[in-house]
């Protein structure tokens, strides 16, 4: 049924082989050291990130490691990002960290993969100074992972399977889900936009997009088995399809989604504005299970930032965007990012950026400060933006998000709303944590029996960006 051009069942045989070789080895070691292995899987980059993890997660499950601490476990693996360089940072600190714990523990394993590997600078970096990582992949073979661990278990010598970009999408490998009710599902990967500042179509190759059969394949799979709510995942929803031998619009693609039954709740991200279309807005304004929320990044109000920063829309498009949201779809709690301090960003860009702001006024909104990427048009261009410049700026933006979202958000006080309870509360063990279809967070009274139930729920007190509530 998977059979198709960019869907690749061989390779996932081929694969289910390596998990079983690897298996044996580990069978082996564990009973050396009489005790089970066990494996952490850590996430440093966006929800594409995690999916990936969970995959990995999977992959080792099924070789026979038990899911561990970071602190304690036999295998480590860091799956990075690099979208901004403070990510980096964070990789080789706590790479510094694990080194002496490798020491104590020859036996011991360290892996790098995901997004910073797909930088040749890094990859050589660690070869030259991180000899005591084991194995190192990338983006586009995560899927070999079992292979790339068995050429180190039986090479006893690092492992570096590093691929420049691919074409192919790897179905029905193992995969561990996080949470037993919802679950991410990669509907496609990669990204050619090309925003100036951006290194993710460079770590992250082509956008190519998962046939529609083979998503919803994965959703039946999941309801049947638990899932409630879906999360479907590109860097550029809105373009979903345009690659497929059949084009398919992302609008098309929800709607056929919708269909299934026991499946309650559909979010995506991300959002392009310059993609994002009539016909979407109509299929969310009718369907029942579309959640009621978009995260549509803005990055800057000033069209001469977003022209330079090749976003493809002007601030009057993005407003008049956000306007036909409101009135098709209400109730819609809108999110976005934003980047402070772009080459060339005056103080009256900054202005137009607060604008924005105001005039859309976001639900919450994720600020960043510019980071320069190498090899990424933007980090050539002149006019780099001073460092104290763009605390200042960065300080007043989030002032004005933070008030604003507290506002929008005391806007539900006294509503009755529906919520899927997640987990129990981190600060309170006599709460639960439940998300609202507008995706804000609201506590209650309960226990974790209710997680993966949906309650209603009356939001008695707004606290800025979550809400105190009780069942209904
Ligand atoms: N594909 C998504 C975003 C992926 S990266 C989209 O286009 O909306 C998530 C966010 O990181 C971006 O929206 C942007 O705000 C931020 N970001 C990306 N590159 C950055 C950089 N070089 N410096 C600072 N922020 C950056
Ligand atoms: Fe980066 Fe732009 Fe692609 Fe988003 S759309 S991943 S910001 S290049
Ligand atoms: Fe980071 Fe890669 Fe995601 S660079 S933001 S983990 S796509």
Redesign the pocket.
Same mark, same amino acid.
């Given at each position: 049924m998977y059979d198709n051009i960019n869907s690749d069942n061989a390779e996932a045989a081929r694969q289910y082989d390596f998990i079983e070789k690897c298996r044996q080895y580990i069978e082996e070691e564990s009973r050396r050291l009489n005790r089970p292995l066990a494996a952490a899987v850590v996430t440093f980059g966006?929800q594409m990130n995690a999916r990936d993890s969970e995959k990995l997660r999977g992959i080792l499950r099924e070789i026979g490691y038990r899911e561990g601490e970071e602190e304690t476990a036999d295998l480590v693996v860091y799956n990075t990002c690099t979208?901004?360089e403070n990510a980096n940072t964070r990789v080789y600190g706590r790479l510094g960290q694990l080194k002496p714990r490798k020491k104590k523990n020859p036996h011991m394993m360290i892996g790098l993969c995901g997004c910073m590997m797909q930088e040749p600078e890094v990859v050589e970096k660690l070869k030259k100074s991180y000899s005591f990582v084991d194995i190192i992949f990338g983006t586009h073979n995560l899927y070999k992972f079992a292979e790339i661990l068995f050429t180190r278990l039986e090479s006893g010598k690092r492992a570096i399977d590093i691929l420049e970009g691919t074409d192919k999408i790897v179905e029905n490998l193992p995969n561990e889900r996080k949470y037993s009710f919802k679950s991410g599902i990669n509907i496609m990967f990669g990204?050619n @936009?090309f925003?100036s500042?951006? =290194?993710?179509p460079y770590v992250r190759g082509r956008e190519r997009s998962r046939r529609p059969d083979a998503i919803i394949a994965e959703i039946r799979r999941l309801v049947a088995d638990g899932v409630t709510e879906v999360m479907l995942l590109?860097? @550029?929803v809105n373009s979903y399809g345009k690659t497929l031998e059949e084009p398919m619009s992302f609008a098309r693609l929800l709607q056929e989604i919708e269909k299934i039954e026991g499946l309650r709740r559909i979010r995506f991200?991300?959002?392009?504005p310059k993609d994002l279309s009539d016909e979407l807005i109509e299929v969310m304004g009718k369907s029942e299970k579309i959640c009621r929320h978009l995260?549509?990044?803005v990055?800057s109000g000033s069209t001469a930032i977003l022209q330079k920063m090749n976003r493809r829309y002007t601030k009057e498009q993005y407003l008049l965007l956000a306007d036909k949201l409101r009135r098709g779809v209400p109730g819609i709690s809108l999110t976005t990012? =934003? =980047?402070v301090g772009?080459p060339g960003e005056t103080e009256e860009d900054f202005q137009e950026t607060l604008d924005i702001v105001r005039k859309v006024r976001y639900d919450s909104a994720?600020t960043? =400060?510019?980071?320069?990427?190498t090899g990424?048009p933007?980090a050539v261009m002149e006019d780099q933006v001073p460092e104290d410049v763009i605390k200042d700026r960065f300080g007043r933006l989030l002032e004005e998000v933070q008030k604003i979202a507290g506002e929008t958000c005391a806007l539900h006080e006294g509503t009755v709303q529906e919520a899927l309870i997640e987990s129990v509360s981190d600060q309170d063990a006599s709460m639960v944590t439940g998300r609202l279809s507008n995706n804000l967070l609201v506590h209650i009274p309960g226990d974790a029996g209710m997680i993966g139930r949906y309650v209603k729920v009356k939001l008695k007190e707004c606290k800025g960006f979550y809400y105190i509530g009780e069942a209904v």
């Amino acid at each position: 049924m998977y059979d198709n051009i960019n869907s690749d069942n061989a390779e996932a045989a081929r694969q289910y082989d390596f998990i079983e070789k690897c298996r044996q080895y580990i069978e082996e070691e564990s009973r050396r050291l009489n005790r089970p292995l066990a494996a952490a899987v850590v996430t440093f980059g966006c929800q594409m990130n995690a999916r990936d993890s969970e995959k990995l997660r999977g992959i080792l499950r099924e070789i026979g490691y038990r899911e561990g601490e970071e602190e304690t476990a036999d295998l480590v693996v860091y799956n990075t990002c690099t979208v901004r360089e403070n990510a980096n940072t964070r990789v080789y600190g706590r790479l510094g960290q694990l080194k002496p714990r490798k020491k104590k523990n020859p036996h011991m394993m360290i892996g790098l993969c995901g997004c910073m590997m797909q930088e040749p600078e890094v990859v050589e970096k660690l070869k030259k100074s991180y000899s005591f990582v084991d194995i190192i992949f990338g983006t586009h073979n995560l899927y070999k992972f079992a292979e790339i661990l068995f050429t180190r278990l039986e090479s006893g010598k690092r492992a570096i399977d590093i691929l420049e970009g691919t074409d192919k999408i790897v179905e029905n490998l193992p995969n561990e889900r996080k949470y037993s009710f919802k679950s991410g599902i990669n509907i496609m990967f990669g990204c050619n @936009n090309f925003c100036s500042y951006c =290194i993710v179509p460079y770590v992250r190759g082509r956008e190519r997009s998962r046939r529609p059969d083979a998503i919803i394949a994965e959703i039946r799979r999941l309801v049947a088995d638990g899932v409630t709510e879906v999360m479907l995942l590109g860097q @550029n929803v809105n373009s979903y399809g345009k690659t497929l031998e059949e084009p398919m619009s992302f609008a098309r693609l929800l709607q056929e989604i919708e269909k299934i039954e026991g499946l309650r709740r559909i979010r995506f991200m991300t959002s392009h504005p310059k993609d994002l279309s009539d016909e979407l807005i109509e299929v969310m304004g009718k369907s029942e299970k579309i959640c009621r929320h978009l995260h549509l990044p803005v990055q800057s109000g000033s069209t001469a930032i977003l022209q330079k920063m090749n976003r493809r829309y002007t601030k009057e498009q993005y407003l008049l965007l956000a306007d036909k949201l409101r009135r098709g779809v209400p109730g819609i709690s809108l999110t976005t990012d =934003i =980047i402070v301090g772009f080459p060339g960003e005056t103080e009256e860009d900054f202005q137009e950026t607060l604008d924005i702001v105001r005039k859309v006024r976001y639900d919450s909104a994720f600020t960043f =400060i510019y980071s320069k990427r190498t090899g990424t048009p933007a980090a050539v261009m002149e006019d780099q933006v001073p460092e104290d410049v763009i605390k200042d700026r960065f300080g007043r933006l989030l002032e004005e998000v933070q008030k604003i979202a507290g506002e929008t958000c005391a806007l539900h006080e006294g509503t009755v709303q529906e919520a899927l309870i997640e987990s129990v509360s981190d600060q309170d063990a006599s709460m639960v944590t439940g998300r609202l279809s507008n995706n804000l967070l609201v506590h209650i009274p309960g226990d974790a029996g209710m997680i993966g139930r949906y309650v209603k729920v009356k939001l008695k007190e707004c606290k800025g960006f979550y809400y105190i509530g009780e069942a209904v």
